[in-house]
C-alpha cells in the first residue's frame, strides 16, 4: 500500500473522527464505503470477514436494523513473536487473525475499549434494539463503531438494512418504501462508494443492490459488485459471466466471496477456518481456479482499499473548497452573536453602547426603510405607514358620507329652530352651522384610528429592530423596547390630543368664504339644473310619446280605421300619464316617499314640488307677510342682498342689515337678485342665467312656502308631516352644502393629520430615541444585569466556536496533502 495512500486514509479517517465527533451531522460530506443488498444477501458477512472478526450480530431474518457506520483504523502490531513470513501482518490472512491487540470504541459509548469482539456483537444489538426497538422495526440513526487493529485496512464502511419486501413484527406497512429511501440517501452522495452485495444463488437480474446502484450511479463508476454464497450455487453453474463483467458492466468489477454459513455459525466456525476455506475454495474450484487471486476477501478488502484512495484523491479538493465554505459560513454565524473584543468587565460600557446605538439606527431606519433587511413577504416601517396614511386612513375618510346621519327631519328641525320665533322666510345660515358641525365631527374617530395604527406599527418595528447579537442578551434587549415603547406612548397622548384639536379647529369656525366652497347660489344652480335636466327628459319622453300617437293615428287612417279621438285629444291623452307622473310624483313628495326623504332624488322632488306649488301658492301665502318682502328674503338668502357691494373682495362682503342674517355666499359679484333688481341680466354669469330664469319664474308665480308652524315641536315616527316644497328645495340646499363644506374640511384633515402624527410621533421618536436610551440605561449599576448573556445563544455561540475550530483544523488536515 503507497505511503500516500495511507496518509489519505488517515486523513479522512481524521476527518471523519472531526466531523463525526464534533459536528455530528452530514455536512461534510466524506468519502466512505456503503453497502447495500437485499436482507440476508450476506452484507453483514462481507463486513465481518473484511474486519477478521465476529462481531456483527447474525441471523436469518432481519439482523440490521440501523445504520451502522464502521471505521477500520490500522494500527501498527504490538506483536513480537513475528513469524516467519510476514502473513501475520497481511491483513485478512488465517494467520493474521489471531488475537492481537485489537479493540472497538463506540462513538455512544465514549472512552471505553471493548476488546471483546463477542461484547461488541452485543452492544450493538442493546443499542440497535434500545432506538429501534425489539421487535423488527428498523430506525435511521446510525450506530458509529471504530474497529483498531494491525489486520485491518484503513476503511469506512456503511452497513445498512437490508431491502425487505413484506413487512413483519412491529415494521410499518412502507417499510420498502422508508428502507429503499435510508439507502438511497447514503448511496446518493457523491462521495460514496456502493457496494453492491448480490447472493450468487439467485439471478443477477433480480439483484435489488445492483438496481438501487444504477439509479444513483447510472455509469457504474462508483459502484463494486460483490457476489455472494458462491458455494450455494446449483451444481454444474459458475458466476464466471458476472465476475469477468460480461453480464453487467461495472467500471470497478465484480468479486466473488464465500462467506460463512448459518450452519458454520451455529457451529462456532472461526474466522481464521473460513478465510482459509475461501481461499480454497477459490484455488480449487474448477471455474475460479484461474482467477483465484481476484476472488475472496483479501482481495476484496485491498480493492477497496485501492478505489477508496483513489476516490479520494479525486474528491479531495471539492472537500477542501467545501471546508472553506463552512468556515466562511460559520464565521459568519459567529460574528452575529457579537464582537469579541468587547468581551470583558472594562468594555460593558461600550458594548451596552454600541448595542444601544445599533438598536437606535435600526429604528431609524426600519421607519426611513433604508435598513439591510427589508422584508419582501410583507409591508413594514416607513411603508407601512405610508400605508396607513394613504390607503387605511384615506380611504376611511372617503367613506363617510357628509350627510350621514342626517335625516330630512333634523334637517328641517335645524332650519327651524335657527329661525327662532318668526317664521321661516328663508334658509338661515344658523342651520347651515348648527348641521355641518357634528359632520365635521364624524372626522375624529378615523383620525383616532390613523394615529393609533401608527403608533401600533412603531411599537412593532420596536421589537423587531434588534439584531442576533442583541438576542443574546435578552434583558437589555428587552429595556432597550420598554424604552422605546415608554417613549412612544408619551407622544401617543400629545399627538391624539393635537389631532383631535384640528378637527375642533374646523369645527370652530365655519368659513363659508373659503374658495372651493359651493356657496349658497352655486348650490342653488345645480339643484335647479339637476331639476331643469329632469324636465328635459320628462318633455323628451313626452315628445316621444306624443310622435308615436301621431304615427299610430296616421296608420290607422290609412289603413281606414275610425279614431276616436282629435288631435286635441290624444294630445291630452298622452298628457296625461305626464300630468299624473307629475301629480304622482308630487303627492309622494308630500307624503315623504323614502327617496325624498333620504334626499336621494332631492332634485326630481324639487322639481315635482315646484309643479305642484304654482296654482295654489298665491292663495297659500300663511302669515300674512308682504309678499314683496318675503320674496326679498328668500332670494336675499340664496342669491345675494341689495346692498352688498358688487365689487366686494371675496370674503369681504359687508353683512346684511338685518340682524343676525349672515351671508353664505361668497360671491364677489353681484347678487343674481342685485342684477334682476338693477335689471342688469349682463353682470349674471351663465350658469346663474338658470338661476335668475327660475328665480324670475319664482317671482311671477308667487310660490311661496306653504309652512307647518302649527305642528308639533317634535316629531314622532307617525306624525311627521309632508315637506312642503319650499322644505324639500331647502333640504336639498343645505344637504349640498353640508357636502360641499365636508369635503373641504376632510381634505384639509387628510392633509394635516398624516402631517401632525409624522411630526408629533413618528419624528420626534426617531429624534430623541438614541438620547432617551442613553440616558435611560447607561448606568453603571445597570450593566451587569443587562449583560446577562442568554443561555441558549451562549450555548449556540459555544457550538459555533467549536464548529469554527474543528473546520480550521480539518481544512488544515487537507491542505497537509493537497
Ligand atoms: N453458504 C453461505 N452462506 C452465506 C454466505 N453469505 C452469507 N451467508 C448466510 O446468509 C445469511 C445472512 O447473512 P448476513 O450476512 O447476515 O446477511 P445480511 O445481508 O447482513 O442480512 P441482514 O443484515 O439481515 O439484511 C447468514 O445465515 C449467513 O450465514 C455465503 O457466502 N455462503
Known amino acids: 500500500m503507497a505511503a500516500l495512500g495511507d496518509d489519505l486514509l488517515g486523513i479522512v479517517n481524521k476527518l471523519q473522527d472531526l466531523v463525526f465527533n464534533t459536528i455530528g451531522n452530514d455536512s461534510l460530506d466524506l468519502p466512505q464505503i456503503v453497502v447495500v443488498g437485499s436482507q440476508s444477501s450476506g452484507k453483514s458477512s462481507v463486513l465481518e470477514n473484511i474486519v477478521g472478526r465476529d462481531f456483527l450480530p447474525r441471523g436469518s431474518g432481519i439482523v440490521t436494523r440501523r445504520p451502522l457506520i464502521l471505521q477500520l483504523i490500522n494500527v501498527p502490531s504490538d506483536r513480537d513473536d513475528r513469524p516467519e513470513g510476514d502473513e501475520i501482518h497481511i491483513p485478512h490472512t488465517p494467520a493474521s487473525v489471531a488475537g492481537h491487540q485489537e479493540w472497538g470504541e463506540f462513538h455512544h459509548i465514549p472512552g471505553r475499549r471493548f476488546f471483546d469482539f463477542g461484547d461488541i456483537k ?59 429511501n435510508l439507502i438511497t440517501e447514503y448511496i446518493a452522495k457523491p462521495n460514496s462508494i456502493i457496494l453492491a452485495v448480490s447472493p450468487a444463488n439467485v439471478d443477477i437480474v433480480n439483484s435489488e443492490a445492483l438496481k438501487l446502484a444504477r439509479h444513483v450511479d447510472p455509469m457504474g463508476r462508483r459502484t463494486i459488485g460483490v457476489l455472494t ?103 459568519q454565524e459567529l460574528a ?8 470583558g468587565k472594562e468594555h460593558r460600557g461600550s458594548l451596552i453602547l454600541q448595542q444601544m446605538t445599533k438598536f437606535a439606527s435600526s429604528f431609524i431606519s426600519s421607519i426611513d426603510g433604508t435598513s439591510s433587511e427589508i422584508s419582501t413577504k410583507e409591508l413594514c416601517g416607513g411603508a407601512r405607514i405610508y400605508y396607513i396614511f394613504n390607503s387605511v386612513f384615506g380611504n376611511s375618510l372617503e367613506l363617510i358620507d357628509p350627510n350621514t346621519n342626517l335625516s330630512v327631519q333634523d334637517i328641517r328641525t335645524a332650519i327651524r329652530n335657527s329661525t327662532g320665533p318668526r317664521p321661516s322666510l328663508f334658509v338661515p345660515e344658523m342651520a ?61 397622548g400629545p399627538c391624539s390630543s393635537y389631532v383631535e384639536s384640528l378637527i375642533s379647529i374646523q369645527r370652530a369656525y365655519i368659513n363659508t368664504n373659503h374658495p372651493n366652497f359651493l356657496g349658497a347660489a352655486a348650490a342653488m344652480s345645480s339643484v335647479i339644473n339637476d331639476r331643469k335636466e329632469q324636465e328635459k327628459k320628462i318633455a323628451l319622453n313626452e315628445e316621444r310619446r306624443k310622435r308615436e300617437k301621431r304615427r299610430q293615428k296616421d296608420l290607422n287612417g290609412l289603413n281606414g280605421v275610425d279614431t276616436p279621438e282629435d288631435d286635441e285629444e290624444a294630445v291630452e291623452a298622452t298628457d296625461k300619464p305626464s300630468t299624473l307622473a307629475v301629480r304622482g310624483h308630487s303627492k309622494t313628495s308630500r307624503s315623504m316617499s323614502p327617496a325624498v326623504r333620504t334626499g336621494t332624488h332631492g332634485a326630481h322632488s324639487i322639481a315635482s314640488a315646484l309643479n305642484n306649488a304654482r296654482p295654489s301658492s298665491p292663495n297659500r301665502m300663511s302669515h300674512g307677510a308682504a309678499q314683496g318682502s318675503a320674496r ?16 366686494a373682495p371675496v370674503g369681504m362682503q359687508v353683512p346684511e342689515n338685518r340682524p343676525g342674517s349672515r351671508h353664505v355666499s361668497q360671491n364677489s359679484q353681484p347678487s343674481i337678485a342685485t342684477s334682476l333688481r338693477r335689471g342688469d341680466t349682463r353682470t349674471i354669469d351663465r350658469p346663474d342665467r338658470h338661476v335668475l330664469e327660475v328665480a324670475q319664474e319664482e317671482l ?6 306653504r309652512d307647518y308652524y302649527d305642528t308639533p315641536f317634535q316629531f314622532g315616527e307617525s306624525d311627521v308631516p ?52 442613553v440616558s435611560e440605561l447607561y448606568k453603571e449599576d445597570l450593566f451587569q444585569d443587562l449583560l446577562y448573556e442568554d443561555d441558549a445563544i451562549k450555548a449556540e455561540r459555544e457550538k459555533c466556536e467549536k464548529l469554527l475550530k474543528t ?10 496533502v493537497l
Not at 326679498?632 to 365689487?647: M, Q, R
Open 122 to 180: 452485543r452492544e450493538i444489538e442493546q443499542e440497535t434494539a434500545r432506538i429501534a426497538g425489539n421487535n423488527k422495526g428498523i430506525n435511521r440513526q446510525p450506530i458509529n463503531l471504530k474497529v483498531y487493529s494491525p489486520h485491518v485496512l484503513n476503511l469506512t464502511l456503511v452497513d445498512l438494512p437490508g431491502l425487505t419486501k413484506v413487512p413483519i413484527g412491529d415494521q410499518p406497512t412502507d417499510i420498502e418504501k422508508q428502507t429503499r
Open 229 to 331: 454464497k458462491l458455494d450455494l450455487m446449483d451444481h454444474g453453474t459458475n458466476a464466471l459471466d458476472i465476475l469477468t463483467g460480461r453480464v453487467y458492466p461495472l467500471k470497478l468489477g465484480f468479486i466473488g466471496v464465500v462467506n460463512r454459513s448459518q450452519q458454520d455459525i451455529q457451529g462456532n466456525k472461526s474466522l481464521a477456518d473460513a478465510l482459509q476455506a475461501e481461499r480454497d475454495f477459490f484455488r480449487h474450484h474448477p471455474a475460479y481456479r484461474n482467477m483465484a487471486t481476484r476472488c475472496g476477501t483479501q482481495f476484496l478488502a485491498k480493492s477497496l482499499n485501492t478505489t477508496l484512495m483513489n476516490h479520494i484523491r479525486e474528491r479531495l479538493p471539492d472537500i477542501k473548497a467545501r471546508l472553506n465554505t463552512l468556515m466562511g459560513q460559520t464565521q
Open 336 to 343: 452575529s452573536y457579537g464582537d469579541v473584543a468587547f468581551t
Open 432 to 492: 347651515f352651522d348648527l348641521l355641518v358641525k357634528p359632520q365635521i365631527k364624524l372626522l375624529e374617530i378615523p383620525s383616532h384610528r390613523c394615529v393609533e395604527l401608527v403608533y401600533e406599527e412603531l411599537i412593532k418595528i420596536g421589537h423587531t429592530c434588534g439584531s442576533t447579537e442583541l438576542s443574546r442578551y435578552p434583558r437589555l434587549q428587552g429595556k432597550l423596547i420598554e424604552v422605546v415603547s415608554d417613549l412612544l406612548r408619551e407622544r401617543l
Open 632 to 647: 326679498d328674503s328668500f332670494l336675499n338668502y340664496f342669491f345675494g342682498k341689495d346692498g352688498v357691494p358688487s365689487s
Open 700 to 705: 311671477d308665480n308667487g310660490s311661496e312656502a
Open 722 to 773: 309632508p315637506l312642503t316644497e319650499r322644505e324639500a328645495l331647502e333640504t336639498e340646499l343645505i344637504r349640498r352644502l353640508i357636502s360641499s363644506y365636508f369635503n373641504i374640511v376632510r381634505e384639509t384633515i387628510a392633509d394635516q393629520v398624516p402631517k401632525a402624527i409624522m411630526h408629533l410621533l413618528v419624528n420626534f421618536s426617531k429624534d430623541v430615541v438614541q438620547n432617551r436610551l
Open 807 to 816: 473546520y480550521k483544523e480539518a481544512a488544515k488536515i487537507v491542505g497537509e
